[in-house]
């Protein structure tokens, strides 16, 4: 399949470790944070999403974390599994006054066997 | 339930040429946006259909268009093919602003 992105940062982990992927968004009025996970030749998949009013919110084997302060989201990925190998990218929107999602440049994530 | 559909999966035109992209919202979704992913980059905002009518656009010059038609599904349109349109145009489909949910994409190349 293609490669999504060539000169990604890289975040490479032994399976079963926990993986932490981070992202600074740009706009301090941003309301609105989504994660996404990208596979070769496929497109972004919705993984987990949180409103600037929660700093944390837990998925199945996924936590988000939100610090508005400096304007960084994290993603936390428990257990990590050879299926969560992908491109991850971080996505922001200003709910009440825009429809656009802007996403960050993404990091590639690598699950050793 | 069919998710987020797009035709064709891969394109290769020429220069000057005209080229348009289908996508097909998932079931229930009546919101319908369009990104340019290049190679190595986050998906760009072109612009998002709602109501067959276009909400808000991103930064991409008039070459670019597109349409919505009554049940919802989207084309995208680019006239004038440059190198530089060469990327993944992916669509996504929401309800109500809710979570955008993406199609596969399709792949241009201009040559």
């Known amino acids: 399949g293609e490669s999504v992105g060539l000169h990604l940062p890289t975040l490479s982990v032994q399976e079963g470790d926990n993986s932490i992927i981070n992202c600074a968004y740009s706009n301090s009025a941003s309301d609105y944070f989504i994660w996404y996970k990208q596979e070769s030749g496929k497109g972004p998949q919705f993984i987990i999403d949180i409103r600037s009013n929660m700093d944390k919110r837990q998925g199945q084997r996924v936590t988000v974390l939100l610090n508005k302060t400096v304007k960084h989201l994290s993603l936390q990925i428990a257990a990590t599994q050879p299926g969560d190998s992908a491109v991850y990218f971080c996505?922001?929107?200003?709910?009440?006054?825009?429809?656009?999602?802007?996403f960050g440049s993404g990091t590639r994530l690598l699950v050793r066997p | 339930d069919a998710g987020v559909t797009q035709s064709p999966t891969h394109l290769i035109k020429t220069r000057g040429q005209q080229v348009t992209l289908r996508c097909s919202p998932k079931s229930g979704h009546d919101t319908v946006s369009w990104y340019q992913q290049a190679l190595g980059q986050g998906p760009q905002f072109i612009f998002q259909?709602?109501?067959?009518?276009?909400?808000q656009r991103g930064n991409f010059p008039d070459r670019f268009s597109g349409h919505q038609f009554p049940n919802y599904s989207s084309e995208l349109n680019v006239n004038a093919l440059l190198l530089g349109d060469s990327a993944l145009y992916l669509c996504a489909s929401t309800y109500s602003g809710d979570t955008q949910y993406f199609g596969p994409g399709t792949r241009l190349t201009v040559l």
């Open positions: 259909y709602y109501e067959e009518e276009e909400r």
């Open positions: 996505a922001e929107n200003i709910e009440d006054s825009s429809y656009k999602l802007i």
